[in-house]
């Protein structure tokens, strides 16, 4: 008896090992089989392109808190970041979610700054978000793919394909990434009503960041916080262009980036100005 | 014959056949409809009155029954990692764009009449709302 | 051979359904958090892995540590290790099975995981992680349980079995070094930037999982009638203690790159986790985990010490816990703190994430009490019987 059962054992395993095998490939053949293929699918004809987006930050052109959260509020709207604060009102540090925030230099520029430095100048704010590296971290060490390089230069995120493992965001050197630690839409600013209903919220458990507005590019709009930026702020363009004005500034003024030495490549440049900085 | 140790394999037997066949008795008694789903919403009915009273989809109606599951999943990767935006259709060669809630709900604006008839029916929950924003009046659903 | 676990004493009982017990709440805990979100931990935006993520570090190294008896009895022929192996492989199987259960806990979407099977990224070092991890695991299923069979019918083990065990070797290697992998690759996070992580992880892997084994050993004399032997528990003793004093000159020299070259960025971390000015809440711990290593690695190479059964189970006690604490928790925080903008943000873990992570010991301890159940009674019903790989 122990013998037949011993065989009937193996080619059971075996026949439903086959089984699982062919219908498993089976079934990832019938969702990407049948691919879209162009001409079936286009581009906006008012989609603005680029070899490779980049943007310029001009810190002098921002005077006011009111310039700042312009800029701020233009981006979380638009795309529907969820705000989470205390019953006071003071921001919850646990389970914020930003895109783009201003950070003191000698936070965004940590080791730039010197004993003999102003607490003033220390304290000076700058705007940060997602770098979209030439070079990115997360994107090396996401193990789907979720977050990746377009071919403008964009680091892109796929918020479907994410399963929240969170290695891009211990990969990030400049702490540009959020996380949902809870259902977004039970933020108090999401709960009543969404700010933007063209575009997605998120879900618990998936990583997100600045995507440059990707969107906005594929309909022919600049991004959301250029748009808001005061006038000369925030300058954004193909940096491979020599007519773009990103190229122009870049390759005549002084202008530094963040925590250059790792390799990355961002794509945020910051002019240094001299003196006069908000 | 004996059956050793048979108390236990029979209660064992009871349970699993009671788990198995949970989904056919639970639902006994309710009244399941067929599912209607409408698409007779302003938008359409505007497009029909101003197109001669042709309804033009994306595909058939066939074709997205049984596909708009892949079809969603292809115009999903389209979109976000390839940058398209249009979709040519097969059966009319219009352009449509490949969104969720900006394409497809702008034409059939009531998720309850429309996705949900099929979906509550089949008993298909497809997590797509949990970040794609729902028409409206279909929030509190 | 399976219906073994399932027969035994009163007490075998009443300890599986003490575990029983923890891995429910574990499993109602986790339920919660399914629900609500990973804000039902400690975690945050600054420190995004935490608990979770530092207890399946320690624990690939747990399991990387069977390759410690496996080395001597199939490679050099270290008879003595015969019947102690198959404890090391089934301790393995136990830890990679926790080691998958807090990788699942952790993800945000756990409900999309096989997206890392449909999407592989051959570039991310966590792709290979989960790779050779689920190896790992089929391998020492694969050959605990045909060398035990064969120990059962009192024959020497199929030839084919060979080539798996010697993969496994290099294979234990490399579960633990890809694991470093995950540190010590991504840039901008200053502790764990060191070339050192991987000899480090396997250097604590090495003296922590066969310490764990000793322990194990012991008990295992004691609850039933087999004994391992006491020579067998002393050459275990003499390569943990090897191993403990490469982690800590490790370590040591982890410290002095940071100190000595003076970058802040470098210190910093260090600087925060062994604080004793009250800044850091995870300083008492880091202190207790070095104090415990040192005093641990003494009592290790005091022969006079080692020899005494009572005192080198405190002594692997105390290792083991130091390990636990310096890989299971500060590794993580020191990784995350300060964050990118030189921040301090603390973390501690909350109740339903200790709750979480209790009950998935748990299910590691059920797991290895089962498989301990069966090879315990194997060597019980075998015993005098000449065991020959």
């Known amino acids: 008896m122990s013998m037949d059962r011993r065989q009937f054992l193996k080619i059971t395993g075996i026949s439903s090992i086959l089984g699982l ?42 005077k006011t808190d009111e310039d ?36 003191a230099y000698e936070r965004a520029f940590p080791g730039q700054d010197n004993k003999y430095m102003s607490e003033h100048m220390k304290d000076m704010p700058f705007i940060v978000a997602c770098n979209h590296c030439d070079n990115p971290a997360c994107v090396r060490v996401c193990p789907t793919k979720a977050t990746y390089k377009l071919p403008d230069g964009i680091t892109m995120q796929d918020m479907h394909r994410c399963i929240g493992c969170r290695f891009c965001m211990a990969a990030c050197p400049y702490g540009a990434r959020s996380f949902n630690w809870v259902d977004p839409r039970t933020a108090p600013n999401l709960k009543a009503d969404l700010p933007n209903r063209e575009y997605p919220t998120r879900t618990k458990g998936v990583v997100e960041k600045c995507t440059f507005c990707s969107e906005r590019l594929s309909v022919g709009k600049m991004p959301a916080c250029v748009e808001a930026a005061p006038k000369g702020g925030l300058i954004f363009g193909d940096i491979e262009d020599p007519n773009s004005e990103v190229r122009k500034i870049v390759t005549s003024q002084l202008t530094i980036r963040r925590k250059p030495d790792l390799g990355t490549g961002p794509a945020i440049y910051y002019i240094v100005g001299g003196g006069d900085h908000a | 014959m004996k059956l050793y140790d048979g108390g236990k394999i029979l209660i064992g037997l009871l349970v699993f056949v009671a788990f198995a066949t949970f ?7 309710t009244v399941n409809a067929k599912p209607e789903p409408k698409t007779d919403t302003p938008e359409i009915v505007k497009y029909q009155q101003e197109h001669n009273g042709k309804k033009e989809c994306v595909e058939s109606k ?52 429309f996705c949900d008839e099929c979906h509550n029916y089949m008993a298909v929950k497809p997590f797509c709302w949990d970040c794609h924003i729902a028409p409206k009046e279909d929030e509190k659903s | 051979m399976l219906e073994k676990a399932l027969e035994g004493s009163k007490k075998y009982w009443a300890w599986v359904f003490f575990l029983g017990i923890f891995a429910l709440s574990g499993v109602y805990w986790y339920i919660q958090q399914f629900n609500y979100g990973l804000g039902l931990t400690g975690l945050h935006r600054d420190v995004s892995w935490g608990l979770y993520i530092g207890q399946f570090t320690f624990l690939v190294g ?57 999407h592989p990224t051959p570039g991310s070092v966590m792709f290979w992680d989960s790779v050779v991890l689920m190896g790992y695991l089929v391998i020492n299923l694969l050959v605990g349980w045909v060398t035990l069979g064969a120990d059962r019918k009192g024959v020497p083990p199929p030839k084919w079995i060979k080539p798996w065990i010697y993969l496994s070797i290099p294979w234990a290697i490399s579960i633990h070094t890809v694991t470093a992998f995950l540190y010590s690759g991504v840039p901008g996070r200053h502790f764990w930037l060191t070339a050192v992580m991987a000899p480090r992880f396997l250097a604590s892997a090495f003296a922590g999982g066969p310490s764990l084994l000793i322990i194990l050993a012991l008990i295992v004399r004691k609850v039933s009638k087999f004994d391992v032997g ?13 191993a403990m004093f490469a982690n800590v000159f490790l370590l040591a020299m982890e410290f002095f790159t940071a100190f000595y070259s003076g970058i802040p960025g470098h210190q910093h971390p260090f600087a925060y986790l062994y604080a004793m000015d009250g800044s850091s809440a995870v300083a008492p711990l880091m202190w207790t985990s070095a104090i415990f290593a040192l005093v641990s690695l003494v009592m290790l190479w005091v022969p006079a010490i080692r020899r005494k059964e009572g005192l ?36 501690w873990p909350t109740y339903p994430e200790t709750m979480i992570t209790i009950g998935v010991w748990a299910i590691g301890f059920l797991v290895l009490t089962g498989l301990y159940k069966i090879a315990i009674t194997v060597r019980e019903q075998t015993a005098g019987v000449e065991i020959d790989h």
């Open chain 3, 312 to 347: 080198l189970s405190l002594a692997c006690i105390m290792l083991f816990i130091s390990l636990w604490i310096d890989k299971g928790f500060g590794l993580i925080i020191g990784g995350f703190v300060p964050n990118p903008f030189e921040e301090v943000s603390t973390y």
């Open chain 2, 23 to 29: 989904p056919f008795y639970y639902n006994f008694g």
């Open chain 3, 62 to 118: 747990v399991a990387a540590s069977a390759v410690m008896l496996v080395i001597p009895y199939y490679l050099h022929d270290f008879k003595k290790f015969g019947k102690i192996v198959i404890l090391g492989e089934f301790l393995a199987i136990a830890a990679v099975t926790m080691c998958i259960l807090f990788i699942f806990v952790d993800m945000g979407q756990p409900m999309r995981i096989t997206n890392v099977l449909l």
């Open chain 2, 62 to 113: 066939e074709w997205m029954r049984g596909e708009h599951m892949q079809l969603l999943n292809q115009w999903r990767d389209s979109v976000v990692r390839d940058y398209n935006r249009g979709y040519i259709s097969n059966t009319n060669h219009n352009r449509f764009d490949m969104s969720l809630q900006n394409g497809c709900m702008k034409c059939h604006s009531s998720k309850k009449k």
């Open chain 1, 68 to 103: 700042f959260n312009k800029v701020f509020t233009a981006c979380h709207t638009n795309h529907n970041v969820p705000d989470f604060r205390k019953p006071d009102g003071s921001p919850d540090r646990k389970f914020e979610v930003k895109w783009i925030w201003k950070a």
């Open chain 1, 21 to 62: 095998g062919t219908s498993i490939a089976s079934a990832t053949n019938l969702i990407t089989g049948k691919q879209l293929l162009p001409p079936q699918v286009d581009r906006n004809k008012e989609a603005l392109t680029a070899k490779r987006w980049a943007m310029v930050v001009d810190m002098s052109k921002f």
């Open chain 3, 230 to 242: 006491k020579d067998v528990i002393q050459a275990i003793s003499r390569i943990v203690a090897y």
